[in-house]
């Protein structure tokens, strides 16, 4: 793609954006976030922790929660986080059982998130939905679960990687702190960027080339990082705090998620252009038809129904 065909698959992106409904499907993915994020984030820390110290791994989480979401839509989260840790701690049977829970809980987030990329890619699974087929589609969106936290360690090993080699450096050859900075930053959007490009390439009932997810993934993390800023304005001029009450870190986790699916689903609708428009094009998998071929298929099974046969034969 070249640069001046930029402009024009955005705007085709926005298009596409608005006739798939993506704010509906962004409120409804906000709805299951709530029951999913403390979960997927005490999974996510609890791997991490297996290499660092747990005390190390959440402040750690913290910093890039707040790089990510802003300070206000941080506390919201680490206190939903602290809450699920806490019921995690309690008994051996009770601990396993809140282990299924919390993986049950995490891959929520992740089916809802995957029918949503289905109705934006165009595609529809097949009927005849089997216990096996049910199976693996749990198990798809448990292993997104723990690539989270696989993606977690790997965000703090390059932080600690960063940390180490900049006192080196500067033992050797002093240079300005936010040069270090803007690396650290780079680091966790080049993570982010991973994140997303295995959520459109993973999640779908869809074909996609690796090289077709890239420019997308990079645009939905550099809208996911504005959107931070933004998000920081709106919670700094607003007095939701007040208004809400104890309920008010809901209230901002579900607007920074709010934020985070529309801009998810943008991206997805740019990787759909892009992929058709200049790529390989998006093929549904051996699972999933299209939109299309679903609506054509449920129009010939109700013309062969034997009242409308019958009414067909009095017309003539």
Known sequence: ????????????????????????????????SIFSLAPLLVIAVSIAALVFSEETVREQVSAQLEALAGPRAADALETLLAATATQKRTGTFTAIAGIAVL??????????????????????????????????????TFSMVLSIGFLL????????????LSKYMN????????????????????????LFAMIFKILPNVRIGWR??????????????????????????????????????VIIVLLWVYYSACTLFFGAEFTKVYACKFGSGIIPDNRAMLWSEAVHARLISELDRPQIRSRAARVE
């Open 153 to 164: 360690l790997v965000s703090l090993l390059l932080s600690a990687i960063l940390t180490a």
């Open 171 to 194: 033992w050797l050859l002093p240079l300005p702190v936010f040069l270090w900075q803007t690396l650290d930053f780079l680091a966790s959007l080049s993570v982010i960027t991973v």
């Open 103 to 140: 993986l049950f809980g995490a891959s929520g987030v992740f089916a809802e998130l995957k029918d949503a990329l289905n109705t934006i890619w165009g595609v529809v699974v097949k009927p005849g939905r089997t216990l096996l087929r049910l199976i693996r589609d749990r198990l798809m």
């Open 1 to 32: 793609m070249r640069a001046r065909d930029f402009p024009s698959v955005l705007l085709e992106s926005a298009g596409a954006w608005v006739e798939d409904n993506a704010l509906r499907l962004s409120a409804s993915l906000a709805f299951y």
């Open 212 to 249: 077709d997810v890239w420019l997308g993934a990079a645009v939905t993390s550099l809208l996911f990082v504005l959107g931070k800023f933004l998000i920081g304005f709106y919670l700094g001029a607003s007095s939701i705090t007040s208004a809400y009450g104890a309920a008010a870190s």
